[in-house]
């Protein structure tokens, strides 16, 4: 029980007890109206989403079980609305907040291809949907603060793929996509223990080297700046000392004295 509810009247404070039971209840209840094979049942399944929210919002004592099989519909639902992106945001939003809340606490594992599928088509691709532009930021607001969030859950391996997908089009700094290619490094490319044998001195150097090949270009330097400011958080016991000239020269040159 949580300490705030140690200040409830006696009647609520007994009601309490059966949050646990009334959260699996509505974490059963959302799976049950949900069809794969009729993409409007998604709509039906947003209505739980705000009593959810309710259940984290008041600290409520829920099963970790619970948690994580809401985790696994959630993700299952999100990737199968990708035609309906309000669905997208709801339940964008409420995946959020259990991963934030609870995902350390739960043996949590998720994919980045999907992700990466869905941004491309709804918002790298030219697409006709009825949806207005408030909603398409919304939506991409949101699915970008999702794989930040879901980035420390990605499998090991998945900082290697990441880096395949997308390194022939950092290494050409002609083309459009190149630009568009590093935004996705920085947005995908996990650091956690999983995927901590992937970063090595011979890849920083690499790293340094792409960044230098567009010289003067403020997005560029964005970008790199912070997957290498991560890096350096969360490795903090690499030996940095022999990349420090290139890494402060580049720094000293993004100031506009």
């Not at 299952?76 to 709801?90: K, M, P, T, W």
């Not at 859950?153 to 050409?172: Q, T, Y």
Request: hydrophobic share 40%.
């Amino acid at each position: 029980m949580h300490l705030y509810n140690l200040w409830l009247p006696e009647p609520v404070l007994v009601e309490t007890a059966r949050e646990r039971e009334s959260f699996a209840k509505v974490v059963k209840s959302t799976i049950e109206i949900w069809r794969p094979d009729d993409p409007d049942s998604v709509d039906s399944t947003l209505k739980f989403i705000p009593i959810i929210d309710i259940f984290l919002k008041v600290r409520s004592d829920i099963s970790l079980e619970d948690v994580d099989t809401l985790l696994v519909f959630g993700f299952e639902v999100f990737h199968a609305s990708q035609n309906n992106l309000y669905a997208q945001v709801r339940w964008g939003f409420i995946l959020t907040k259990l991963l934030k809340k609870f995902g350390k606490k739960l043996p949590v594992k998720v994919q980045w291809r999907p992700f990466y599928e869905c941004l491309v088509k709804t918002h790298f691709k030219r697409n006709t949907g009825p949806e207005g532009w408030r909603l398409r930021q919304l939506h991409f607001q949101t699915i970008t603060y999702l794989v930040k969030n879901c980035r420390m859950f990605f499998p090991s391996g998945s900082a290697n793929e990441i880096w395949d997908e997308f390194r022939s089009a950092l290494e050409n700094p002609w083309h459009n996509s190149c630009l568009e290619s590093s935004g996705f490094v920085k947005l995908f490319l996990p650091m956690n223990p999983e995927n901590e044998d992937f970063f090595t001195s011979d890849w920083i150097k690499h790293c340094i080297d792409i960044w230098e090949s567009i010289p003067n270009c403020p997005f560029w330097n964005i970008q790199w700046t912070s997957i290498l400011e991560r890096c350096i958080k969360n490795y903090i016991l690499f030996d940095w000392e022999c990349f420090l000239p290139a890494l402060f020269t580049k720094y000293l040159n993004m100031f506009e004295v």
